[in-house]
Structure formats: structure tokens, C-alpha cells
């Protein structure tokens, strides 16, 4: 098996570099390969049209963009007062003291606080909902016939 054949064989597997890849189109372009691969031309010689069009026929690694160092201090500092912020923001509002009072009632659309009232309102709501013991026998024990 030449180079070429052990080539297309990672190159199917997905395990070639981009290094062998360019070797393998530049084999299918300009080398005489053996017939049996002759299938394989059209394929590579479209990816070397598509790869030289692109620019990307001798560098094969994309260029890396440059961070300017004052850019990353500025990152820095930026997220450290916004971090600031917030933290001093969610102080704030953990710290406030809800002058409202927390127990209220709504009747008929209108918020009452006053304890005695929201009190009264929440034992008739009890009531409502509470069994007696002769009903809860009946629930849980129902008369055989």
C-alpha cells in the first residue's frame, strides 16, 4: 500500500491532519495516481479549488487576533465594578425593611392588614375547610351495608 492509499484511509476514518490533507489534494491535482484511486480526483481536485479560492492553500492555520494588553485590564476592572454592583444592589435589597405588614386579606379586591381582621378572616377560612371527627370517621370508615 503506497502513501497515498494509507492517506485516503485516515482521511475516510477522519483522522488526518490538515497538513496530510493538503498533501492528498496536491497528490490527486499534480501526481499520477494508480487507476483503482482514479474515483477519488474529482473530490480532492474541487476541495483544492475551493481551499486555493480561500486563501488557505499554504497557511493552513487561521490567523490569531491580538488582545491589547490595556483591552484586558479594562476587562477586568469592568467586571469587577459590575460585580460590585450587583452585590451592593442585592445588599440593598435584602437589607430594606418592608414597612407593610406581611399578613394581610384581600375582600373584594382591596387589601386589609389589620391583624384582627386578616385573623378572623383566617379561622373562617379554616372552618371552611376543616372536618369534624364524626365527618373524618365517615370519610375514613365509610358505612358497610
Not at 58 to 68: C, G, M, Q, V
Not at 80 to 108: F, H, K, P, Q
Request: glycine share 4%.
Amino acid at each position: 500500500m503506497d502513501k497515498t492509499e494509507e492517506l485516503l484511509e485516515k482521511y475516510f476514518d477522519g483522522r488526518t491532519t490538515c497538513a496530510e490533507e493538503h498533501d492528498l489534494r496536491q497528490a490527486f491535482t499534480q501526481g499520477n495516481i494508480p487507476e483503482h484511486l482514479e474515483v477519488y480526483r474529482p473530490l480532492f481536485a474541487g476541495l483544492d479549488k475551493v481551499s486555493t479560492r480561500q486563501g488557505h492553500a499554504k497557511d493552513l492555520t487561521p490567523p490569531r487576533r491580538k488582545i491589547a494588553p490595556h483591552s484586558s485590564r479594562f476587562r477586568h476592572w469592568a467586571g469587577s465594578i459590575a460585580a460590585g454592583l450587583a452585590l451592593c444592589l442585592v445588599l440593598a435589597r435584602l437589607l430594606t425593611v418592608n414597612e407593610e405588614s406581611e399578613n394581610y386579606v384581600i375582600i373584594d379586591g382591596k387589601r386589609y392588614t389589620e391583624p384582627t381582621l386578616v385573623q378572623a378572616k383566617a379561622r373562617e377560612a379554616l372552618d371552611n375547610v376543616s372536618y369534624t371527627d364524626e365527618e373524618l370517621n365517615l370519610l375514613l370508615f365509610p358505612l358497610q351495608p
